[in-house]
């Protein structure tokens, strides 16, 4: 084993994979793979008692890789996965690499970026039609170095991402199908009004950000804290949707007298343009007092998304019960997406006017099937073989899926009902269609 010092930089892939198998209620992934990179070890457990398991006895395709371990006693790792990494090379130059995952390209000349956000954790949701998911990292141009620490693949719970999403823009409001044959990459995913939720208290081990960096208007806002139980609902937000962390948190505008704030609350995140995005707002009414007294408007871009939205009545008037909606957008050329939630015409004096408790934002894979450029990722393998025919092979991790066959049968069930309020009755709940207004 080739034992060489890595610089700090690190990197893990977190790929989510659709499956679509039946969920019990407590969420038990089909598939669950953590994979220690450039490890003998048979497992080593992360700051949340996952253990990883390492890529050299299982995984790993290729042949002509090298372990890197860390020698940097001054590493300051937050899990003990990061001083080990899987690579092609010892690592004389900066690493530069393609990661491709079945058929879609992740990632395109991807460099380490010098920051202070430690480590790089790039997250995707595939959709996998077949029994195996080979990612490979391809080193790119002069490079010959690429490397990843860790890698997690993990089947999504089955109503993680339904096939309907609304579709807003300047001219249109409109539901759309057909969502669940795209990938997903997650760009953001925040709390509002809350604390960062680390993988320990959320149960499909994501990070949820706080909503910081992200507020640009707060007039007369308020952060609200709940400490009451979150009333999940068949058919609503499951706790695999978000957690009871996102969920007990918000942020409010209230009127504390007869008049109604005039303001929004807003929120803006930097994206890519020339993708399409999928927001999803997650609300939860932890701050009404009574059902029936909370309505406000939704925008997205600055367009009207939802008029005069009443929470109680989507949640079968059950106040704290999650439900949360997904929209389609464009990245617009300004690279700025703007969310936003503030009074409507039905709002009420002494009352909460408007209400937020989480976002999430995915980069959906252009028609390339690349969330990196208009390559597509055969088109990667291609130059990979002119260019070094024979000598490097790419690094290969193969993982067999216990998905088979219900992949396809199960997603023909998803043309499910956009916009719909809660079932009533619970052996209605087709947890397939999300829950949408
Ligand atoms: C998990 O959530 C609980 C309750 O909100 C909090 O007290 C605790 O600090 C959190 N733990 C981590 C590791 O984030
Ligand atoms: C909230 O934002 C929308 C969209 O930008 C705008 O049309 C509306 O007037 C704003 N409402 C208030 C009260 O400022
Ligand atoms: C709500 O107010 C807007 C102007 O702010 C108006 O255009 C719209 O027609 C009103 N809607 C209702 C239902 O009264
Ligand atoms: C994403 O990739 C899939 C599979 O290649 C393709 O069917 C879909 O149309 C792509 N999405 C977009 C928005 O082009």
Redesign the pocket.
């Known amino acids: 084993m080739a034992t060489t010092k890595i610089s700090s930089s690190t990197f893990s892939l977190y790929v989510s994979v659709i499956s679509l198998l039946s969920v019990a209620y407590a969420f038990s992934p089909v598939d669950h793979y953590l994979v220690n990179c450039g490890s003998h070890s048979a497992g080593t457990s992360d700051l949340d008692h996952r253990v990883f398991i390492g890529d050299a006895s299982r995984f790993l395709t290729s042949t002509l890789t090298i372990q890197l371990e860390s020698t940097d006693s001054k590493l300051t790792s937050p899990s003990p996965f990061y001083s080990t990494a899987r690579a092609f090379d010892h690592p004389r130059i900066t690493p530069e690499f393609h990661v491709v995952a079945n058929g879609f390209l992740l990632l395109r000349n991807f460099r380490i970026p010098k920051t202070d956000n430690f480590p790089v954790i790039k997250e995707f949701v595939i959709p996998v039609a077949s029994e195996e998911l080979k990612i490979a990292i391809v080193p790119s141009g002069r490079s010959k170095f690429g490397f990843v620490n860790a890698i997690e693949v993990i089947s999504a719970p089955q109503d993680l991402i339904a096939d309907v999403a609304q579709l807003v823009d300047f001219e249109k409001n409109e539901r759309v199908n057909g969502l669940l044959k795209n990938g997903f990459e997650t760009v953001h995913r925040v709390n509002v009004g809350g604390f960062k939720v680390t993988p320990f208290n959320d149960s499909l081990w994501r990070t949820w950000v706080t909503d910081d960096d992200y507020l640009v208007s707060s007039d007369g806002s308020k952060e609200i804290h709940f400490g009451g139980r979150i009333m999940y609902q068949m058919g609503g937000a499951s706790r695999e949707v978000g957690p009871d962390n996102v969920y007990n948190t918000a942020r409010v505008i209230k009127s504390s007298d007869d008049l109604i704030?005039?303001?929004?609350l807003?929120w803006l995140f930097q994206v890519e343009k020339g993708y399409s995005y999928m927001v999803r707002m997650h609300f939860c009414d932890i701050a009404s007092v009574a059902a029936g007294m909370l309505y406000f408007?939704v925008?997205v871009n600055?367009?009207?998304a939802y008029e005069n939205l009443d929470l109680s009545y989507m949640t079968n008037r059950l106040l704290a019960s999650p439900f949360y909606a997904d929209f389609l957008v464009d990245g617009d050329s300004s690279g700025n997406l703007?969310v936003?939630v503030?009074?409507s015409n039905m709002s009420l004096p002494r009352a909460v006017d408007a209400i937020l408790n989480g976002v999430e934002i995915w980069k959906l894979n252009n028609s390339m099937g690349s969330f990196d450029g208009e390559v597509c990722s055969d088109f990667v393998w291609r130059s990979w073989r002119r260019a070094h025919a024979g000598v490097l092979l790419p690094l290969v991790a193969a993982v067999f899926l216990l998905l088979s066959v219900s992949v396809f049968l199960q997603w023909r069930r998803s043309g499910a009902v956009a916009w719909s309020r809660l079932p009533v009755d619970v052996s209605e709940a087709d947890l397939k269609s999300g829950n949408h207004f």
């Open positions: 704030p005039n303001g929004n807003t408007n925008y600055g367009n009207l703007v936003s503030g009074p």
